[in-house]
């Protein structure tokens, strides 16, 4: 690839980041839904809502959930898979996907009235459909007219029971609108019914695999009664699971299809809403379908025609994902105009080697090929999976003749190993001289964790015909190596309105990764990137002639990011205080970005309000509230049904230092001393007066990623703590 064509696509993502900052600030009007499509919508779906079904005639509910705002009293998903056609859509190339929802709820409160005051639905082709219809309590129906839709922009909004299981799939672009819901009252019943209809042109493909479904049994309401039913022709297959007791799937046939059914009822409401890793604790069912003629069936994460595959032992695990593997290297990369992995390891071994990377030792070459990878997302706009980049930086180090060892684990806030059952859920890492390195990404370092993987059971590829699938352990993190570390010095203003605050915010470890992003947006690092790790200058051998392109265009971006970054970060600092802000500056002290100064760490100046209480001429100052918000856990929250995940473990760390003002003395020292510790986690404070300032030192330290529900007591002693010390006053009286 020539310096043009590198030039080239820098440019491009110039334009793109216009684009994001002129989309930010742009409105997009909503469309009406077209009248002559409202009739045919409701007879599509009439079908649907007024059939027979013993489980939508109810409608009481249980006594012991009359204090609940809201209750499914029934939910059915049936999902279609025809290759023959037998549906409305013609054509032999086409997989016929249709998929029929009803969902009856008792509204019991005026939450739940507001949480369904807007209906949403699809409409993409004339055999999509949707109704809905309110029972009130005399017994009276009311249709719910949809002459008042408008279309929506952003389809990732539509709730769960509204979307259709196609659209996560399918690559057209459908069409989905709300609509409001007229006099709705609590004790009415809402029920509504849809129906999508998709066609998948499957003519020239070996095989197509639907995006993993999950479905967990508890809800944010309870569920009466809750039903999947999947119908396959003889080209589907599914593999399907169900996990911490959830029922199974239950096979029969109906004529020449595979018919899966699923049933749930009784299920309580999910109450437990903080430190829940519902994929890995909750009840639940995954399934994913798979279409294929036969062809690679061996290389699928699917079972046998007929078969409804519920497990994959370690051996099949490492056959089938070393068999993807080999394959990387002729896929394409995102945003490389076509080009394919194996193409962008050349041009990178290429520029490796023009820069001394064939004669460096083995670590530093590890070094240069992880950053010239990372660069090349930065700087080209390429975008790499976990297991393209993989394949890249193995290639790289293969080489150099540095071996690496192919890791596979799954996603901790997903699934464990040991469930696997899609090739979606495959995580991918290399292990080179026994460390683990992880997909890069724009602001990664070498060695950088991923939250999701780190503590994970994993698995070693074989890479021949000699070698077994090997269990691994991939190495945890601990609390030291994540750190939130927050610096402020306050003083208060003479307005006696706003506190003058400069706050030094720094991060490292996994809590950097979670809060790098916010922090460098609308910065411009992408222009100091090679800086980073000594690499090459991006714009050297750029031609004279485009270079005050060049300048005008990256000084135009700069002010561009200089006038938004405030804004921005006013925003974030507002949403973490809880209070209005004046917010005045921000810099970056460090990136983070570089191997030799990983930590990230930026200083604000701001004004903030809404601290400051007079009572006659004495201040009470809310001085701990600079902390930000902490958690509280509520009445119904404190008895706990499942084990605790905090994610990771961490060490969060504040210093607040206020001077205090001329003409006032300070009480409540003494009132700013805590100390809980136990093996769950930690909440320290101290405080003193030395040299008329006021330090509040702070520390609160989440001690194990997982615990168990037994220990959720200790767990409320740190956490209430720290919620009730947000809460706390220093007192200022005057000194006359």
């Keep these: 690839m020539d310096f043009m064509n590198i030039y080239m696509k820098w440019r491009s993502v110039l334009l793109a980041l216009f684009a994001s900052v002129a989309l930010a600030t742009t409105g997009y009007a909503q469309e009406i839904?077209?009248?002559?499509?409202?009739?045919?919508?409701?007879?599509?779906?009439?079908?649907?809502?007024?059939?027979?079904?013993?489980?939508?005639?109810?409608n009481a509910v249980p006594a012991k959930w009359n204090e609940e705002s809201v209750v499914a009293i029934g939910y059915k998903k049936h999902i279609l898979f025809d290759k023959k056609r037998s549906g409305l859509l013609g054509g032999k190339e086409n997989l016929v996907l249709i998929e029929r929802k009803r969902m009856k709820l008792k509204l019991l409160d005026k939450t739940s009235v507001d949480d369904?005051?807007?209906?949403?639905?699809?409409?993409?082709?004339?055999?999509?459909?949707?109704?809905?219809?309110?029972?009130?309590?005399?017994?009276?129906?009311?249709?719910i007219q949809l002459t008042r839709a408008v279309s929506i922009e952003d389809n990732d909004k539509v709730p769960e029971f509204f979307k259709s299981f196609f659209d996560q799939n399918v690559s057209n672009r459908n069409e989905y609108y709300k609509v409001p819901v007229a006099d709705l009252l609590p004790g009415d019943i809402l029920e509504f019914a849809s129906?999508?209809?998709?066609?998948?042109?499957?003519?020239?493909?070996?095989?197509?695999?639907?995006?993993?479904?999950?479905?967990?049994?508890?809800?944010?309401?309870?569920?009466?009664?809750?039903?999947?039913?999947?119908?396959?022709?003889?080209?589907?297959?599914?593999?399907?699971?169900?996990?911490?007791?959830?029922?199974?799937?239950?096979?029969?046939s109906n004529g020449d299809f595979n018919v899966y059914s699923w049933q749930d009822e009784n299920r309580e409401r999910l109450k437990d809403v903080n430190f829940v890793n519902e994929y890995m604790v909750l009840p639940l069912v995954k399934f994913q379908i798979t279409y294929t003629d036969g062809r690679e069936i061996k290389y699928l994460f699917a079972g046998t025609k007929g078969q409804m595959k519920n497990t994959f032992?370690?051996?099949?695990?490492?056959?089938?994902?070393?068999?993807?593997?080999?394959?990387?290297?002729?896929?394409?990369?995102?945003?490389?105009?076509g080009a394919t992995v194996d193409a962008i390891s050349n041009?990178?071994?290429?520029?490796?080697?023009?820069?001394?990377?064939?004669?460096?030792?083995?670590?530093?070459?590890?070094?240069?090929?992880?950053?010239?990878?990372?660069?090349?997302?930065?700087?080209?706009?390429?975008?790499?999976?976990?297991?393209?980049?993989?394949?890249?930086?193995?290639?790289?180090?293969?080489?150099?003749?540095?071996?690496?060892?192919i890791i596979v684990t799954t996603p901790n806030n997903l699934t464990s190993p040991a469930n696997l059952l899609f090739e979606s859920e495959l995580s991918w890492c290399l292990r080179v001289k026994n460390k683990y390195i992880f997909r890069a990404t724009e602001h990664s370092n070498l060695y950088d964790v991923d939250e999701t993987m780190t503590g994970n059971d994993a698995y070693k590829l074989p890479v021949n015909a000699k070698e077994q699938t090997e269990a691994v352990k991939i190495s945890d993190v601990k609390s030291e190596n994540s750190k939130s570390l927050f610096q402020f010095f306050v003083t208060v203003d003479t307005s006696l309105k706003w506190l003058n605050v400069e706050r030094t915010t720094a991060y490292t470890g996994i809590q950097k990764e979670r809060n790098i992003y916010s922090a460098l947006r609308f910065t411009p690092y992408m222009f100091n990137d090679s800086r980073t790790y000594n690499g090459p200058d991006d714009y050297e051998k750029v031609p004279e002639k485009y270079m005050d392109q060049v300048y005008q265009q990256k000084k135009a971006l700069i002010e561009?990011?200089?006038?938004?970054?405030?804004?921005?970060?006013?925003?974030?600092?507002?949403?973490?205080?809880?209070?209005?802000?004046?917010?005045?500056?921000?810099?970056?002290?460090?990136?983070?970005r570089s191997f030799k100064k990983p930590e990230l760490m930026y200083k604000e100046t701001a004004q903030v309000g809404e601290k400051i209480r007079k009572a006659g001429k004495k201040l009470l100052i809310n001085l701990p509230g600079l902390m930000g918000g902490q958690l509280q856990i509520r009445k119904d929250e404190r008895t706990r049904n499942f084990d605790?995940?905090?994610r990771h473990p961490r060490q969060l760390k504040w210093q607040i230092n206020m001077t205090i003002p001329a003409g006032y003395t300070l009480?409540?020292?003494?009132?700013?001393?805590?100390?809980?510790?136990?093996?769950?986690?930690?909440?320290?404070?101290?405080?003193?007066?030395?040299?008329?300032?006021?330090?509040?030192?702070?520390?609160?330290?989440?001690?194990?990623?997982?615990?168990?529900?037994?220990?959720?007591?200790?767990?409320?002693e740190f956490v209430d703590a720290a919620y009730n010390f947000t809460h706390k006053l220093i007192l200022l009286k005057p000194v006359n």
């Design 560 to 592: 561009e990011f200089k006038e938004r970054k405030p804004e921005y970060m006013k925003g974030q600092m507002e949403g973490d205080l809880g209070v209005s802000v004046n917010y005045k500056d921000f810099q970056v002290v460090t990136e983070g």
């Design 33 to 58: 839904i077209d009248e002559d499509f409202i009739t045919v919508l409701g007879e599509n779906a009439r079908e649907v809502l007024n059939e027979a079904d013993a489980d939508f005639s109810v």
């Design 116 to 143: 369904f005051s807007e209906l949403y639905f699809r409409y993409s082709s004339k055999f999509d459909g949707f109704s809905a219809v309110i029972h009130k309590p005399d017994g009276t129906k009311k249709e």
């Design 195 to 252: 129906l999508t209809s998709s066609t998948l042109n499957v003519k020239k493909t070996p095989y197509y695999q639907f995006d993993p479904q999950y479905e967990l049994c508890q809800k944010g309401m309870p569920v009466m009664k809750h039903k999947i039913i999947i119908e396959t022709d003889n080209n589907s297959f599914i593999t399907a699971r169900s996990i911490n007791g959830a029922p199974e799937f239950q096979q029969s």
């Design 667 to 716: 009480e409540g020292v003494e009132e700013l001393k805590t100390n809980v510790d136990n093996e769950t986690g930690s909440f320290i404070t101290s405080a003193k007066v030395e040299n008329n300032m006021l330090t509040i030192d702070i520390q609160k330290i989440y001690k194990q990623k997982n615990i168990s529900k037994e220990k959720w007591p200790q767990m409320l």
């Design 644 to 646: 605790i995940d905090v």
């Design 347 to 405: 041009m990178l071994w290429g520029k490796l080697k023009a820069n001394g990377g064939k004669d460096v030792p083995e670590d530093k070459f590890i070094e240069m090929a992880y950053y010239y990878i990372r660069h090349t997302q930065v700087f080209n706009n390429f975008y790499y999976s976990d297991k393209q980049f993989c394949y890249l930086l193995g290639q790289l180090l293969y080489a150099r003749k540095i071996p690496s060892e």
């Design 313 to 337: 032992d370690m051996a099949e695990i490492g056959r089938k994902a070393y068999a993807n593997y080999t394959g990387v290297g002729s896929s394409w990369v995102y945003g490389a105009s």
